[in-house]
């Protein structure tokens, strides 16, 4: 008998199995075949930017120009995440076998202090570091693209920001996906003229589904980019309004902000799994080196004879992450001002140390996992992933930090801005917006940028990319793109059907994993209690973006000519994977 449920229209299928009968991905028969093409793929979690994407391709674009196009596209029509006035990551694989990581995270502004979010009696001020303009970081996004394009893009900048601007100047038709993004945050564009002007109908009201969202500022500020690359938006007339809008709203950012903003390019961080080659993202994300320490303790369990979702598989993947996090919580940071034990924490035979403490039997307990005692050392953003006819793979994840960020747009510019500064360490041992609990390595200071979850990575195979992977989430990012390699590598899934499954997430403190519904039978939940695991309601859901070069799944046969097989998370009603 089949069993048929309904998950934010999401449909998964349950077949009970023969008593030890082995894991088949018919397990989940109920996911729809991945998009399917034969000359390159697109994922994004905004249907215009998948279109968007795909045309340069088919004009002979590379993976990185569809990638700058993609990148200034959801600026306009994801404006919840995609975005002008925030930040990012972008791991590439070039054709050429080289591999490297592009960060343009936000940076904390140069007048910017340690204690800037406390009040007199060292305590956190609740709304100062998420809500308005003393919450905004200095945006990468625009430096990234342009460093991007120029370094390792094969067209000219007018024409990949041309999509962008049509959808700004003309408009495009809200669908029901979109609404329900932008109500959201009606009550914020409220308070802000700058974003009502915008984001509301005349009246003050949300718009509609059949509506169309105009952004003429927008469209401005992306013309001037055009004309002048990263000086048409960190110096001139945008570059003044940002700094002006700043100073006018209580915040810290200045001219001389914008003025000594770069990108850096960092190689990436990489390990392997079962056969496979993982490039992720370094500090200042915690992504890479995180994914790479729990592959490394998972290796050392045989996942796929225990069987998908089995009570002792998910025990010991629930302890690699508690082991992790505790890690990425305590030790890692901008590179320029800490020292990160990358080596240490993907060495393999650190993993090893870490096995050897986590009882099969009985759940770790967090507060007694205590960073510098051994075996330790010492939500929204959104994903795309796209890869070309050549062997180029790009993996990219950019952020407001919080949905329509700080909720505050800069006067005349149309650019939303972030409320990165939120993702440093306020207060060491105090929550921030995710319930991440932090330490002094991702303390404030000027000019440094704010440690991250954000985790865009590319799965390589003999040297040829084979999965493209990435999420939005906060700091679930980390364990929604493990759960989708997991899926791929050890349990033989399809993409579609990796990306479909439920997830669960631990990040150490609090000591709460987080299980969306249908991720674990009642069964399975019991036996997890008796282990000690504490099992809660999970936080909203992430959006998968993933690709699979060769096959729908590793390993698995093409169907006909065609070579890229892309998944969009249903979670969210507003992406698309399309190719050519």
Known sequence: MRVRLLLAGLTL?????????????????????????????????????????VQVLERGGNAVDAAVAVGYALAVVYPAAGNLGGGGFMTVQLADGRKTFLDF?????????????????????????????????????????EYARAKYGSMKREALIAPAIRLAEKGFVLDQGDIDMLHTATADFRKDPASGTIFLRRTGEPFQVGDTLVQKDLARTLKAISSKGTAGFYQGSVGAALAKSSKSGGGILTQADLDQYSTRELAPVECDYRGYHVVSAPPPSSGGVI???????????????????????????????????????????????????????????????????????????????????????GSNTTHYSIADRWGNAVSVTYTLNDWFGAKVTAAGTGVLLNNEMDDFTA?????????????????????????????????????????????????????AVLHTMLNVIDYGMTVQEAVDAPRFHQQWLPGVTQVEPFALSPDTQALLVAKGQKLGPPQPANHVAAILIGAPSLGGTPVGKNRFYGANDPRRNTGLALGY
């Open 291 to 377: 994914i790479c320490e729990m592959l490394n303790i998972l290796e050392g369990y045989p996942l796929k004879d225990l069987g998908w979702r089995s009570a002792q598989s998910v025990h010991y993947q629930i302890e690699a992450m508690r082991h992790a996090y505790a890690d990425r919580n305590s030790y890692l940071g901008d590179p320029d001002f800490v020292k990160n034990p990358v080596a240490r924490l993907t060495d393999k035979a650190y993993a090893a140390r870490i096995r050897a403490v986590i009882n099969p039997d009985r759940a770790g307990v967090s507060q007694d996992i205590k960073p510098g005692v051994e075996p330790h050392e």
């Open 13 to 53: 299928s349950f077949v009970p199995l023969a008593p030890f009968a082995p894991f088949s991905a018919t397990a989940l028969a109920a996911s729809v075949a991945p998009a399917a093409a034969e000359n390159g793929m697109v994922v994004t979690a905004q249907h215009l930017a998948s279109q968007v994407g």
């Open 105 to 145: 995270r936000e940076k904390a502004p140069l007048a910017a202090t340690a204690n800037m979010y406390l009040d007199r009696s060292g305590n956190v001020v609740p709304g100062l570091s998420t809500h308005g303009h003393l919450a905004v970081g200095v945006p990468g996004t625009v430096s990234g693209l």
């Open 427 to 479: 207060k060491p041992g105090v929550p921030n917006m995710y319930g991440l609990v932090q330490g002094e390595a991702n303390a404030i200071a000027p000019g440094k940028r704010p440690l991250s979850s954000m985790s865009p990575t590319i799965v390589t195979q003999n040297g040829q990319p084979v999965m493209v992977v990435g999420t939005p989430g906060g700091s679930r990012i980390i364990t």
